[in-house]
């Protein structure tokens, strides 16, 4: 079974940059997409970026200032998330599916991402 564990999350001023990370101790990432969510209080946990083979997918809201990437040699999934904004403010998970299949079955605890204005 695969476990995710997300790090690199903090408290920046609006327009810094984080870099979160996505690992697992167990398996290997290559064998999955991965997909960083995030959601907000109050609102809707939402899909951000997705990384898939070798495509990616952005959310409107974060394209541009965000990229998905992997180093399969670290067997990690990283998130650069660059000109942060308040509304940026959520918690960060990392989550892995299949290829072929529409729903992520591993899901890592998360990590608090925190902009300030």
């Known amino acids: 079974q695969v476990q995710l564990l997300e790090s690199g999350g903090g408290l920046v001023q609006a327009e810094g940059s984080l870099r979160l990370s996505c690992t697992t101790s167990?398996?290997?990432?290559?064998?999955?997409?991965v997909g960083w969510f995030r959601q907000a209080p109050g609102k809707e946990r939402e899909l951000v970026a997705r990384?898939?083979?070798?495509?990616?997918y952005y959310a409107d809201s974060v394209k541009g200032r965000f990229t998905i990437s992997r180093d399969n040699a670290k067997n990690t999934v990283y998130l650069q998330m660059n000109r942060l904004k308040p509304e940026d403010t959520a918690i960060y998970s990392c989550?892995?599916?299949?290829?072929?299949?529409?729903?992520?079955?591993?899901w890592g605890q998360g990590t608090q991402v925190t902009v300030s204005s």
């Open positions: 989550a892995a599916r299949w290829y072929g299949t529409s729903s992520y079955a591993y």
């Open positions: 167990r398996g290997t990432l290559t064998s999955y997409a």
């Open positions: 990384i898939s083979g070798g495509t990616t």
